[in-house]
């Protein structure tokens, strides 16, 4: 944390900034990176950015799979303790 506060003090040109978005009045941070700062802007108008946009087609088919386990490992969650109620 040090760093950032040495790094940031002695490079404010690099420091993340607070904007005010013009139609929402949303605070988001510009970060003078374009993708970040689209995705914070998204979320000041109130959308869901994609975050997947980003990665390559290895990746988001890699992270596809991964949500998709994850969602049917929630799927079983707590069957056990739904079906012992439901046989009650």
């Known amino acids: 944390m040090e760093f950032f506060e040495d790094y940031f003090e002695s490079h404010p040109d690099a420091a993340i900034r607070k904007e005010v978005h013009e139609a929402t009045g949303q605070v988001y941070f510009a970060t003078g990176d374009a993708l970040v700062d689209r995705w914070e802007r ?7 950015p994609d975050y997947d946009e980003a990665l390559t087609p290895e990746q988001r088919e890699h992270e596809t799979a991964r949500r998709r386990a994850a969602s049917e ?6 069957l056990e303790e739904r079906f012992d109620v439901a046989t009650r």
């Open 42 to 48: 998204e979320i000041a108008e109130g959308r869901e």
């Open 73 to 78: 490992r929630e799927a079983f969650e707590g």
